[in-house]
């Protein structure tokens, strides 16, 4: 998607330019982990022409690989950001419609060519949202990654404006969590998709106890008996400009919560959650046996990314392990 | 529309940044002849939100009256403008499926309201281009006005890329054209819709003679009985920043030609043939015994365009009146 | 006024470029309440030629009615603004001298019509503090409104710079406040305009009790009995990026306290007490008798003004509904 | 003077920023001076604050000297600049009414120091027309500079908007004229000032003819005995974006005609009558014997300065040299 | 090697930014490569850290492959370009000394991992120029090259402020060439580097005949015997913002010209000969037959860089062939 | 040095431009001394060329003698700034192998004439760190102004990554050490060049107790008899964008601790401590008695840096004094 917002803390209204950066769900992803070193490719479709080959040239230049995103269809999806501050809440317009991801369809990827030599699927509850023809793709995605052997990950991610193609969320959604081996969310996801509330939570007013949200892990790891693991981000928001920034693992044996960071003042929180989830199959790959670091690496992944304009975490790997390693003086590196 | 452009000659697959206007064929109109002094009205369909109200803002700014536009629909068309240089074409991208305006249709809206107070409408072949309802709504507007005793022009604009909704330009621009008074069009229109080429003149070889368009225009004015003149902008390309541009007239009494301006280097050459419209409008009203002033004045409307950023013709009644009287030294107003 | 600030934290030695915005006391209340929905006009006077325009431009562009505008005179006032940061002040300097609206007086403007339609009349304490013609006007518009049955509301908005054409604002304020329906105020102008300080308060070393102005505010209504409230907004400084923020209303019932936001960091603090007179306006209006309502919807307008670029406070009435009712959590509208 | 201009060739309406420069007159004189290597000051008077001090700064960063500048008075002359193209002229808006510099007056400015280890004293005919303080100032810096034994220059530079204080230019100017050594003007000044035509010569239709201006410079060195010689630019304005330039000299021995600069597409035009003024200071003091080198060097920089932003040509000496010998082939220094 | 440009036609001493771009010689050729389609990979030495990763995210977005690309050494060679206008040439210094590049020696590039299913290599004067070692590992490059079967053509692009560290490029050039398929050159290369002149040319005052081009080609074509074909570029610099740009191919059987583009106004001229080597070497790979097509297409590409910012020439494939055909016009592709 | 920082927030791999200041340790202390009103100058060796001649322009700008700088050397010292948030840690890269300053020597600058009419000198440890050449200078200058009679200061001022050349920080500053009158640095200076450390204090957490300090400067007042007094300053790291500032000083008398101040958000952080110097060398100079107000006039100078993009605090002597004398508001100047 074309990510369109005014400079600094302009409103819509006010901006003679737009910024311009490319994003979204499973793009962030792979930036991420391109980002941290490790190969990393996205699959899309996106019209022909100059816009289209302009979004493959920004991933490209964050070192994602572009090589099976599929060229067709009338126009790149748009979305409209104005950042906020303090009291006033960002904005996002969402410009999706006739997009040329939502005319994706099952049988349009070559999904053998494009997860060759991959080890990893990761989808989002965007993709599933967008048009049916998405939500058959992810699904074949999901089922073609589980037939070569790949684990497969999805961040529930829920958008409520998306959802207008027929079918909701709840009904579609389990399809794809029954079939994964990591589920992620944020601390709404859960209760907006599958109806399970953390107990002593009112997200609305920040009141947001980690402790909560271990029934929460728990009633999903039941209901989808394949998950390894679930992790959920916990974002406090104490205003546009300050959020308080956490986050819980539970892999059926322990439920671990990361410290929590305190963010003031924010520059772009968008792309967080996809940073945390990049971070979290970072370290399921690299220290399977040390569920605590990963998820402290997740979690500062996903706190860096406020630091950050535009969706993607360019955050260094060493970057990321120092603060997860609880190092957040923020002195000047010379 | 929405008008988004790389800074200065960027390409898209460079722009950190795209400058933001809104502009489109009846909007170009109605500022430039807001600029000249008169009051003007646009009527279209935008959507509700921040960013159909930023297009509404804008319009203000420059002194179009936004009171009879109709807000619904899902998103606002946009188009991508490339600017070119030298030998290098500027680049448009048409981002319009789906816009609140192809949406619009016949009875949407409410005409006798719109036109309350008005003397002249003005439709382009734009509008008509965009959707069935689109086109059906422009001649409405025709009709309506042409029953509350306005005057009404058309300017052909033929753009190949959106008549897509199953019927052509040449199929339907007649039923708007005979219900004008004044048609417009440039170089090319009127070989693309109806057929009619000039003599001696090859548009993409960049040869140009306004005296072959004398016939172009008797053609024209044989074909709609109605029709009280034509006027077409001539332009010859020598390059994306160095053009000749003129213009004819013709209102069944004599065959004029206004004086040729050379334009280099060129800032913006978008809207100028809207600019050339206003100006005719704006001539025809004040002027209405003096139709060489009023081509002159109308060429010198569409000559300043190219000097202005944006789709909007910014030039003052003054300026245009002292390059229409050929005083075109340029020297420092101060 | 033409506002002129460096872009970002720069002070006025470093600026190779100023943002370029207009605004000024009740300019920036007109475009509130236009901002509000709600129809609202500005009476001024401005210089013939391009800045002139431009500032209509502007005006237009955020709803403001700008037909009761006069044109003529040499020159636009202008404010220069350096935006500060942390424990750095902003800085104000003011180029008026000689403007177009120091030389309007009595019997310049049409009030009878530009007051026509109208039902509230607002004026400030910057408009009398300019010159003695423009005291005189002011003076004027305050008895034709009441005239014509307008409400009047005038807000004190000391300024000791401007004070300098040969009347202090303790001489001249009176025959304003007399004549006024509303008074409104901040921490300091009670006490700079008539000597009424509040109690426990020492507002340059940020100490504020919103109870001790519940005196001052009795104060006031004893001196002027035309009055029907009083609202004083009350900043403490804890930084240039940093400010607590509420408000008082007495209505001569009651005496209210505003729910008080804490603001940081601070985008852009000019124009917060203007948008709290529009609120309170907009309250007083829509909700004649929800005084408490009406003050909360007042302050948190105020308080947005905190997050926007420019002197205007761009905010939605939603927004402003959302963060009165005390939802402050900036989670991103999507 | 501080100098905001819209960026690009955007128009005042449109501006959201306006680049700032400094400049004026005598000021660029002494920047290109300064730039070619030689000492140079600047007198006048600025306010004291931030607006002055960065004046200031402005003027020390180009290598002026700042030490005689006095500083009082509320405020600092403005002139903004909306640069045109092509056939849209720039448009030039004095807002210097109650500068600090119009309130200069004679006795205000220590000469004898402002003036010490200095050679040569410029003044230009904006000074004079300013106010009558200015204009007594101007004069007495003239006797000053001839009782210390320095040679004086005066550039007529008429500007009609600015003589408004009770004299005209043609009974002002005759006081500073007759007290020089060289008198310069461009091809309007000396009819505008002293009635003095060009035969052959329509400015306005761009038809300047060099040798016409003999007759100019004979006159007007009759006129003023004293003068060693006079200097005239010779402008044909072919548009905004192209002129062509030139310039004569008469030393009472020779009329000399410098070489024509076809200049396309302008830059920035401001400033180059004083970058040519600066250019024949440079060259009679370095170059005494040798007027044909000399006028070819001035009428080098005046075309040079039409490439710099701003008001200051920035060139130096050796791309003055070298463009004076006639390589003007813009290869790249590398 | 990073470079850094004041933004527009500011001087060094204005800026208050640095645009960024990457490019240089070979980069240049396989980004306009990678842009017309092909496959293209540069070959360099970065320092590791975040200023050599921003290089390498540049050369991907573009599509140049960048495996190949080995980190170390202390820093990025930099170049300052200060872009020149009208009589003002643009200035490049370079800032190379103590670069990973020029630290580069035989034997640190595994070549044949490098090399392998590439059918071409390219390298320039720029190289050898820079070190001792660059010299060295430019030859092994050519030597490996033809080992594995690779044609292999060579720009000449003297460059005389770099040839600093012993020998000079007339001792060390013939080594490159006569080991090379083709060699690149522009009008002055041939002169400086071994001595041959064209007849009736005088390149700094912008006398330059194609015809006399000939005997430079054939005199090239003795020495070296290896070569198939000499190309070489020929710029009539008429200022720094007019050029006219052609060129000529000797392919050992017939002397072409190419039509000749006037260039006006200039954008960005760095980049263009290496623009023309890449067009020539996608033509000859391409059309090896059509010796008149591919010389047209590679000085069409040279002619678009023109009009892009930045080194990199970002036509695309299209454009470039339309140009070819003689298509200038720079109509709006819309 | 010339300081390349992108925009903003963003990442080096991300911009499209860079911000350019110039800086470095001792010019921050000679611009923040011109800005407090006093003389100033510089001594440094910058290359010839206009890369060169911009550093001097931006010295000059702020005030700063340049007349002692030499000119020579190939090229200026870079260094690459990435500004940080929240969590994440700004990222400085030096590029300064080879430049002009590290070529310098002694016996290259004429003392004599650098230091006329000066009072003090001050030195940091950057300066010996670049090269034994630089170190010899400093060695060299210290020495002269003993001679001379001026006072001398040096900011320890440790940077790791700088120590190069052969001798490590602890064997050099020990000799600059005890020629100077006033010793200074950071909370990890005097460990890092000494040895000395803190107790109850860990800088990497965050750890910093004022109290601790003072057995740091006793022990460095004791192994260097000749110094009048050691200031050191504090820094309480909370992230990049919120810090702690305070300072101590120790006069052999008494040790004394400055106000702490609490400075969020950060605008720009480099130079705080060399604003801490020229606050100390202003107050040592204006009030030799009153070490209390110096130091907090230091600490406040310091922290005011914090609010200022670029280098050079740009705090005026006034509000430097404000905020030492506790007034913090931050409240709107006008």
């Given at each position: 998607m074309l990510r369109l917002s005014p400079p600094g803390q302009q409103r819509f209204v006010q901006a003679a330019s737009f910024d311009v950066h490319f994003g979204g769900g499973e793009a962030n992803v792979a930036a991420c982990l391109a980002g941290l070193g490790g190969p990393a490719s996205f699959v899309t479709r996106l019209p022909a022409g100059p816009i289209g080959d302009a979004a493959i040239a920004y991933l490209r230049r964050f070192g994602v690989g572009t090589e099976a995103i599929l060229r067709g269809g009338s126009r790149l999806g748009i979305y409209f950001l104005e950042t906020g501050a303090t009291q006033r809440g960002s904005v996002v317009i969402y410009d999706r419609a006739g997009s040329a991801f939502s005319e994706?369809?099952?049988?349009?990827?070559?999904?053998?060519?494009?997860?060759?030599?991959?080890?990893?699927?990761?989808?989002?509850?965007?993709?599933?949202?967008?048009?049916?023809?998405?939500?058959?793709?992810?699904?074949e995605a999901v089922e073609e990654a589980r037939a070569a052997g790949l684990k497969v990950s999805c961040d529930l991610n829920y958008r409520a404006k998306l959802w207008k193609w027929g079918r909701e969320a709840r009904e579609v959604m389990p399809e794809l969590a029954e079939r994964c081996d990591i589920l992620l969310g944020n601390e709404e996801d859960a209760d907006k998709v599958f109806g399970i509330k953390a107990p002593h939570t009112d997200v609305g007013k920040g009141q947001i106890s980690a402790a909560g949200y271990e029934k929460v892990a728990e009633q999903l790891l039941a209901r989808f008996p394949r998950l390894q693991g679930v992790a959920l981000t916990l974002r406090t928001s104490l205003g546009a400009s300050h959020n308080r920034w956490s986050a819980v693992f539970h892999d059926r044996k322990d439920f671990r919560v990361a410290r929590e960071h305190d963010i003031i003042p924010i520059i772009d929180r968008v792309g967080a959650g996809d940073a945390f989830a990049a971070g979290l199959i970072y370290g399921l790959n690299r220290w399977p046996d040390e569920p605590q670091r990963t998820l402290e690496f997740a979690a500062a992944s996903g706190c860096l990314k406020h630091s950050v304009p535009g969706d993607f975490n360019l955050a260094s790997l060493e970057e990321v392990e120092k603060l997860a390693r609880g190092e957040a003086s923020g002195r000047v590196a010379r």
């Open positions: 994706i369809d099952r049988g349009m990827v070559k999904w053998e060519e494009a997860l060759r030599g991959s080890g990893w699927l990761h989808v989002t509850g965007i993709t599933p949202a967008v048009s049916r023809g998405a939500a058959a793709a992810a699904l």
